[in-house]
């Protein structure tokens, strides 16, 4: 529920500076920082960056990275960029600080709404809600004479038309690329009909009817979208978009700044948003509900870690947010939600879950990112792509003791 009351408040490259352009403080404490890869975060970390002797690393396989290098003694990074889909294996390995004597004395500006509590620690400090949500071609939909669609059923029907007419190389995109990517596909598909990841005792509950439609709905998007989507990441339909070649996609809200970003958009002002489409008629969106905010390593120095902090409240500050309001839907003062905002604020008040932070659903969303493919080229059937997943989930959940 935490994730919800976040979103409903809301209503690779590497940078270094010694520049102190508009930081509070003058940094002289070495620090790094590893994060996504997408705009937010390279805003975030451009602020930080003016506070001197810092680097920040931005690369969309950082959640890959995070855990082996958070474990390092001393740790890789000062400062992590994480989510709820990727904070809790830092948490379980414990190799990630509680905030509150941090916050106590740095962070007293911070909305109670931004502190992630950990039973009674602070373990990380959000500064955006995120979620994926239908983005459209406003302009095609209206030459067309199209409605904005509400339910995957009417999201084929109108990808059947606008490949019809011809207007765009691909009337969908989506963000398909092998492994994480294609399980969140899933993920989010799966519990608009309904689907439960696992049962009370941690046995997996994927192979179920819910597994299969969202498998069917799946493969039948991916008639109308470029036939390398098993490639397709988040940068890709983004870039989609922005060189015209899509007419709607289910995009990270996240993403949708770049859309009026006129250095390398061919579509400004042409793409609008809307809530993420149910699965059935009547339902709520299907997709889930993401935070992303910062946390900071256990193995460093308890004087590197005040350091890290300090640098990282000037990043996250309502000084950023107004220089970058467009960039993210952000749990900051200041910010001011935009025409391209409304899409996920509509998919927040509809009340889609939030992504479970758990240990289960990380073993879960690996073995779904490993298998779903196969159902996709014809390599299994639906029900065997599940007892596959399932397998691997209980194979991993019997190592991590779980079963």
């Not at 239908?134 to 067309?144: A, G, N, P, T």
Request: net charge negative; with cysteine; hydrophobic share 45%.
């Amino acid at each position: 529920m935490m994730l919800k009351k976040l979103a409903l408040a809301a209503t690779v490259s590497m940078l270094a500076t010694g520049a102190y352009a508009e930081c509070a403080f003058e940094n002289d404490v070495p620090l790094s920082s590893l994060t996504a890869g997408f705009e937010a975060w390279k805003s975030a970390t451009d602020a930080m960056a003016e506070c001197g002797n810092f680097e920040a690393e931005l690369d969309q396989e950082f959640r890959e990275k995070q855990p082996e290098a958070f474990a390092a003694d001393p740790s890789l990074y000062a400062i992590g960029g994480v989510s709820n889909g990727t904070l809790t294996p830092l948490l379980n390995a414990g190799t990630i600080r509680p905030l509150n004597d941090l916050v106590a004395e740095y962070g007293q500006h911070l909305a109670p709404n931004q502190l992630i509590q950990v039973n009674g620690d602070i373990m990380a400090v959000a500064m955006m809600v995120n979620t994926q949500h239908l983005m459209y071609r406003e302009d095609i939909f209206e030459d067309l004479g199209l409605e904005v669609p509400t339910t995957y059923d009417e999201v084929l029907e109108v990808a059947a038309a606008i490949q019809e007419a011809g207007v765009v190389d691909y009337p969908l995109g989506a963000t398909m690329a092998a492994g994480w990517n294609l399980a969140q596909d899933f993920n989010n598909m799966f519990v608009g009909f309904g689907g439960e990841f696992v049962n009370d005792d941690n046995t997996p509950a994927v192979n179920s009817e819910a597994g299969v439609q969202a498998l069917e709905m799946m493969k039948a998007l991916t008639e109308y979208m470029d036939p390398e989507y098993l490639t397709s990441d988040s940068t890709y339909v983004q870039q989609q978009f922005q060189q015209g070649k899509i007419a709607m996609a289910n995009l990270w809200a996240s993403r949708a700044g770049a859309m009026n970003d006129e250095a390398e958009s061919e579509v400004v002002g042409l793409v609008a948003g809307a809530s993420a489409p149910a699965a059935v008629e009547g339902g709520i969106p299907a997709t889930t509900l993401w935070w992303d905010g910062i946390v900071i390593a256990a193995n460093i120095t308890d004087e590197e870690a005040e350091a890290a902090f300090r640098v990282a409240m000037e990043g996250i500050d309502t000084e950023m947010v107004t220089a970058h309001n467009d960039d993210a839907i952000w749990l900051i003062d200041g910010y001011e939600p935009t025409p391209l905002a409304q899409g996920a604020i509509a998919t927040a008040m509809a009340n889609p879950p939030a992504y479970p932070s758990t240990t289960q659903m990380g073993l879960m969303h690996t073995a779904i990112g490993n298998n779903v493919a196969d159902f996709l080229t014809g390599a299994k059937e639906a029900e065997a792509t599940l007892e596959a997943i399932e397998a691997d989930y209980t194979t991993a959940a019997e190592e991590a003791g779980l079963l």
